[in-house]
């Protein structure tokens, strides 16, 4: 046998699968570390809107998601009916409470309670301020929206007990 083929066999004891269990493990390890990072955390844009502020102005919204008023659709579009109304809101800077109702008696869903709106607190930037303002503006309208998708707690709908309560 010449020295260049004895070059070419394995050594004895070696298998041909080493590089290929290797590869393996590599891929497996991998995948685990992969997945234990998970998906990134989602940042809030309405996070600021939770800290409790002073504020004279206080506004509550209440949505009436009573079968009467939905019809047999999901519901009205109540929070772009009131989009003005909302604005007006945060111009104010008020603390702002959403919630819905249904029922005979005062059942009501809070999805809110007390978020500020209030875009100049601890914010000098004003460009930060504009941004935050157009934020609370789309935070209250989504909050709206899932106040007016809400499903109705009970039968009927008695808004002098909801605004009650």
Known sequence: MNPS????????GRRKTAPTLA???VMVLT???????????????CAWMKEPVDTAGR??????????VRGRSAGRDYAHSIGRLLAEVVDRKDTVSVGSFSGDSAQITWIAKDRSTDWVKDN???INQ??????????????VGKAGSAVPQSGGSNVLAALTA
Request: glycine share 8%.
């Open 5 to 12: 083929d004895t070059a070419a066999l394995p050594a004895p």
């Open 31 to 45: 995948a685990g570390l992969i997945s234990a990072c998970g998906d990134a955390p989602r940042l809030d844009a």
């Open 23 to 25: 590869g393996a493990l």
């Open 124 to 126: 000098d930037n004003s």
């Open 130 to 143: 504009q941004k935050r303002k157009q934020q609370a503006a789309g935070c209250l309208t989504d909050l």
């Open 59 to 68: 506004t509550v919204v209440l949505v009436d998601d009573s079968a009467s």
